[in-house]
């Protein structure tokens, strides 16, 4: 090959090694680009890419000229300083042996990589802003001394997988953090929705208290409870780290708030575990509040509470030993917010005789 030929097409690789680098974020895929041009470009036989990782302390095997390894589970990993490649790795240096690699003291074989088939090796390593990130190398079957050209050229492909490799860990980080710092940002909405509904919750109690009328008193308390109901969603939210909530804790939370102070009534729950997107759940916490305050309200003896999954379904109950909810259209304000609730929200059913039975589908 004539000198100039040879120089235009190891421009034109180093050209292509930087389009590949910016072709892909993937780093299998921009190694597997770059084992492939090194071979041909080079008139080489094989190229192996390595990558280090930091806390095993190896070099691994990621991508090969003919696209072998492609299994993760039987990579070949060597430490640093072992053999030929693990060398120039550890010594920061190219090492070249023109014929008869595999009978150097550094050579190590490994069982699923026949690399005895190969007579020369050009080994590199790979810096990133002068940290260790891998090493590379090309090998033929027939003798050959590289040429400090194609030293040089090695090398500077280096840097650019170097490049690849940094910047495949900066996305990676960008990302993490990203996620991480919108999950934070939603929580801390929720949070806030919180204690707002608590500031609410708290002047429509002090004005409850300022008023005469017992009815508009009690009409306002129960606002108050319909409002912390949908708080204690939004707390639950704030330390789940999905838009989702388990209804079996929403409702604990619940009959904990709402039975404050009501005269020691006994309440015997069976609560399965529901998760549901905030949305239903906050449907859910609204008709357990109606159903629960009534049955305290209007209701006698021990209150019964359930929340059972059934097949698709979820069924939430509420009893007492009363004689439970009307059935008929007779209804205030609480149970129509209660069956619009399930209706719309839920897309489900609510069955008022002798105790209020509401039926849901777990999904839609
Ligand atoms: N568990 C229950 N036991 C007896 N009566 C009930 C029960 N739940 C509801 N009711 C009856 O149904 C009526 C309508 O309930 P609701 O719509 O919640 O309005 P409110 O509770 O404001 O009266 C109640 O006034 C009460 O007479
Ligand atoms: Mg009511």
Redesign the pocket.
């Given at each position: 090959m004539a000198a100039t030929d040879r120089t235009a097409r190891h421009l034109e690789l180093l050209t292509d090694t930087i389009a590949a680098v910016n072709s892909s974020l993937d780093l299998d895929v921009v190694f597997e680009r770059i084992a492939a041009k090194v071979t041909s470009a080079l008139e080489a036989d094989a190229c192996f890419v390595y990558l280090y990782d930091e806390t095993d302390d190896v070099l691994e095997l990621r991508a090969t000229h003919d696209g072998r390894f492609g299994d993760p589970s039987h990579r070949p990993r060597m430490h640093l300083g072992e053999g030929i490649t693990g060398t120039s790795a550890a010594e920061g240096r190219p090492v070249m042996i023109a014929e008869a690699a595999h009978l150097d003291a550094r050579f190590v074989g490994f069982p699923n990589l026949p690399e005895d088939e190969y007579e020369s090796i050009l080994a590199v390593p790979v810096h990133a802003r002068d940290r260790l990130e891998g090493a590379l190398n090309v090998r033929t079957r027939l003798p050959r001394a590289f040429g400090e050209d194609e030293v040089a050229l090695l090398t500077a492909i280096a840097g650019q997988v170097g490049q690849a490799i940094e910047n495949a860990k900066l996305y990676e980080q960008t990302r993490a953090r990203v996620s991480e710092l919108e999950s934070l940002a939603v929580q801390e909405i929720h949070h806030r929705v919180k204690n707002n509904l608590q500031t609410v919750a708290s002047l429509l109690r002090l004005q409850a208290r300022a008023i005469d009328d017992p009815a508009a008193e009690?009409a306002l308390e129960?606002s108050v409870h319909r409002i912390l109901s949908i708080a204690a969603v939004h707390d639950l939210l704030t330390t789940s780290h999905h838009d989702h909530v388990d209804c079996a804790g929403l409702i604990g939370r619940l009959e904990a708030m709402l039975g404050q102070g009501l005269g020691g009534r006994e309440v015997v729950s069976t609560l399965q575990p529901v998760v549901l997107p905030g949305q239903r759940a906050t449907a859910v916490a609204l008709v357990f509040c109606?159903?629960f305050?009534?049955?305290l309200?209007?209701?006698?003896g021990r209150i019964s509470v359930e929340l059972v999954r059934d097949g698709g379904s979820i069924v939430m109950s509420?009893g007492?030993e009363?004689?439970?909810?009307?059935p008929g259209p007779?209804?205030?304000?609480?149970?129509?917010i209660?069956a619009a609730l399930v209706r719309e929200e839920l897309r489900g059913r609510i069955d008022?005789r002798g105790?209020?039975v509401v039926r849901f589908p777990a999904a839609y």
């Open positions: 009690r129960e109606e159903l305050q009534n049955a309200e209007h209701g006698r509420v007492d009363g004689q439970g909810p009307p007779r209804q205030g304000l609480g149970l129509t209660a008022l105790k209020a």
